[in-house]
């Protein structure tokens, strides 16, 4: 990899790269802009193939927190670290520990919380060396129902763009995974009217889901080909690819999983069939909502407000779309710019003291 012409191609401004041999901590932190704010991204626990992997992801996954916190009209700015290793070890607090001196270190450029492969317990480990983390136990908590009402919002406002009408009752909606997530779409959907067909490699979430709700199931990979008017990916990124896309029988996706287009050019091909794609990291913005209400001392009722505003926001993509003649994904990234670019050319005032430190 060659690291520093990466990173100029990104646009990224920081990445650390962090060691801890005596906790067996071994970390990277990215920081790809600050434009808004300081750089708020979680901490994912992997066991990368390789270090060059683990950085690739590390940046690709702060590029991205960049443009959902732009997006949904947040003070923040994009970061992301991820901690190599066995995230099933039982040797938490040292190692999160270890992150948190690092994430420290960095003065409030960088704000962690929880994400693939870690938990709020682990975020209190993060606390005990450092203040700027979120999504600690007793605060904003679990993010899961403003994820998914965000979602569900989203859902509304494709129906609303595709069939002038927001309403889901008897509209069917194919659900894959059944997650904190999905499970909390699931029963919003029902409730709405909407028929839900689920799908989960773990049978105990399904199970769960049909119990709280009138869905019904279907095996594995066969939910990419369930006749439905929505498809809502809710669990691994990369889903929308050459293999799943010829078949999909919806007209409309719109889900809760990061990264659901496996590559850029998947978000053309589901705009040459007709498919309306509500771009994920607009439509799952509730999670990285219900994390900054910690941070800005918002209650629940006010992060749940926050995230209504998701169901405009994805409207005001779909019209960047369609005027600009380009397909949604990049409508989105448009709209992040935009707000990026705006705030970055306002005037800078500073005091006409100079400053004694």
């Known amino acids: 990899m060659k690291l520093f012409e990466t990173i100029a191609e990104m646009g990224h401004e920081q990445l650390v790269v962090c060691s801890d041999p005596s906790s067996g901590y071994r970390g990277i932190i ?4 600050t434009t808004l704010g300081p750089a708020l991204g979680g901490t994912r626990f992997w066991s990368y193939a390789s270090d060059e992997e683990a ?8 590029r991205g927190m960049t443009y959902k916190n732009a997006v949904a009209g947040l ?18 607090e040292m190692i999160f520990r270890a992150h948190g001196r690092f994430v420290e270190s960095l003065g409030g450029r960088y704000v962690t919380a929880e994400d693939v492969g870690t938990s709020t317990s682990d975020m209190d480990f993060v606390h005990m060396e450092t203040d700027y983390v979120a999504g600690l136990a007793g605060k904003s ?3 899961s129902p403003v994820t998914a009402h965000g979602v569900f919002r989203a859902i509304q406002a494709s129906a609303m763009y595709r069939w ?43 199970a769960w889901v049909l119990a709280e709700t009138n869905a019904t199931a279907v095996e594995g990979d066969a939910i990419y080909s369930v006749e439905a008017d929505i498809f809502a990916p809710c669990a691994l990124g990369g889903i929308i690819n050459d293999a799943t896309i010829p078949k999909l029988k919806v007209e409309i996706v719109s889900g809760a999983a990061n990264n659901q287009l ?19 990291y607009v439509a799952n913005a509730g999670g990285v909502i219900n994390v900054y209400s910690e941070l800005a001392g918002w209650d629940a009722k006010r992060s749940f407000r926050k995230a209504d505003e998701i169901y405009d926001t994805i409207l005001g993509v779909f019209e960047i ?3 600009d003649g380009i397909p949604t994904y990049r409508a ?21 003291w100079p400053r004694k430190s």
């Open 55 to 62: 950085i690739t992801d590390a940046l690709r996954l702060a």
């Open 332 to 352: 989105a990234d448009r709209l992040a710019e935009r707000r990026l670019q705006a705030v970055n050319s306002m005037m800078r005032t500073w005091p006409q």
């Open 75 to 92: 003070n923040l700015g994009g970061g992301k670290s991820v901690i190599i290793g066995d995230n099933r070890t039982s040797r938490r």
């Open 321 to 323: 779309a369609r005027t």
């Open 30 to 33: 990215a920081i790809h802009n």
């Open 164 to 206: 002038d009408s927001d309403d889901l009752e008897g509209k069917t909606v194919s659900i894959q995974g059944c997650g904190n997530v999905g499970r909390h779409l699931a029963k919003a959907l029902d409730k709405a009217g909407a028929k839900v067909i689920v799908s989960d490699i773990d049978p105990d979430r399904v």
């Open 262 to 280: 496996l590559e850029e050019r998947h978000g053309d091909m589901l705009q040459e069939r007709g498919i309306l794609y509500a771009p994920d």
């Open 141 to 143: 908590g679990d993010p």
